[in-house]
């Protein structure tokens, strides 16, 4: 396997040139958004520049191009995930309306109440408040799969768990906060030995690991644009087309209907149903781009250079007296939660931005897993395939600085 040539991967990325406060940047903060290299801008700005108009709008030379560029992207995701149609492709604005989509129009016709909603104990919130909103609807119940102080799901309860109540199960493949990879192939195996379908949040899993939803067998896939190196704005939901073309419908307007009038509409197949009025037409060619970018590169390239980051972080910060990570899984995506005795996280985060070093601190959209680790908040570094040992070093003397500085 050859390695990736990072020094000329960063050239990509104007923003890693920068000075903040005197001192270069280090971006470690992918797992809030990562970075677009400048051929995704490159032809998000042609498209605004020389191509911009509206999709799916009849017969000028510049919609149909249009819609070629934009349908080309919804393949490259079909592509990219390894699902069998662009059917089965919709686009959204991101992992939350995915989920939100999935919850109001799967979840409404399928929960009824005294139903069962199953989730992972180290959900992000885009992931529990959906399911929230629904079961206090239907008066429905949540359940909620358990994890060890290392950040791994307890999966002896599971069949347990899964009753015949148990409408559908959502989990995250990659946590946020403590970046365990869950097993959610046998997570799903185990939940359709029930016939219960699974919603897998993959935000944080596919700018990481290769995704292929059809070996996963999973039912839905949600993930964003802006952390695969792609814009905001963007997002994707991918569902089996059984269950697309079984849903009703969501937003209602343009764009979504066969044909409309005041006695009756119809509506288009699976995805467009799913995908009233103009979408983010420069968004998703992006989102196509950064596809491309990083197949370029090569997937198991950047996992391998990721990983190394993660091992060389862990190691190094493992050695700071008094700091803790959390999330000790066996098999880790490159995000990194600590907490230092004696700091607040938000003070450890200020700290480190002083010295240009990007990193995230707060309690990451994931609320019960700061309660199940007895936390209010943790300072998180990620990893993207940008970044270098170099940088690592430097996160390591800041927070060594800070400690230094609160002693
Ligand atoms: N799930 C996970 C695991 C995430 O990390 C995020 C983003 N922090 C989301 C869902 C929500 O993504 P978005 O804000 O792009 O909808």
Known sequence: LKTLDVAAVRKDFPLLSRILHGKPVVYLD???????????????????????????????????????????????????????????????????????????TFGRTA????????????????????????????????KVIPMNDAGELLLDSLDELLTERTKIVGVVHVSNVLGTVNPVKEIIARAHAKGVPVLVD????????????????????????????????????????????????????????????WEKTTYMAAPGKFEA?????????????????????????????EHDLLVYATERLTGIPGLRILGTAKDKASVISFVVDGIHPHDMGSLLDGEGVVVRAGHHCAQPVM?????????????????????????????EKAIELFQ
């Open 277 to 305: 009025g103009t979408p983010p037409i420069a968004a998703a060619i992006g989102l196509g781009a950064a596809i491309d970018y990083l197949e370029a590169l090569g997937l198991d390239r950047i996992a391998a250079h």
């Open 30 to 104: 992918s797992a809030v958004s990562g970075q677009m290299p400048v051929p995704v801008i490159d032809r998000m700005t042609r498209y605004q520049r020389e191509e911009h108009t509206n999709v799916h709008r009849g017969v000028s030379t510049l919609s149909q191009e249009a819609t070629d560029f934009y349908e080309a992207a919804r393949e490259k995701v079909r592509r990219f995930i390894g699902a069998g149609s662009v059917k089965e492709i919709v686009w959204t604005r991101g992992t939350t309306e995915s989920i939100n989509l999935v919850a109001q």
């Open 111 to 142: 929960v009824k109440a005294g139903d069962e909603i199953l989730l992972s104990a180290m959900e992000h919130h885009a992931n529990i408040v959906p399911w929230q909103m629904l079961a206090e609807e239907k008066g429905a119940v949540l």
């Open 202 to 261: 993959g935000a944080q899993a596919v700018p990481h690991l290769q995704v292929d939803v059809k070996d996963l067998d999973a039912d839905f896939y949600a993930f964003s644009g802006h952390k695969l190196s792609g814009p905001t704005g963007i997002g994707v939901l991918y569902g089996k087309l059984a269950h697309l073309e079984a849903m009703p419908p969501w937003h209602g307007g343009g764009n979504m209907i066969r044909s409309v009038s």
């Open 371 to 399: 309660t199940r680790f007895k936390v209010p908040a943790t300072t998180r570094a990620s990893f993207a395939y940008f970044n270098t040992r170099d940088e690592v070093d430097v996160l390591v003397s800041a927070v």
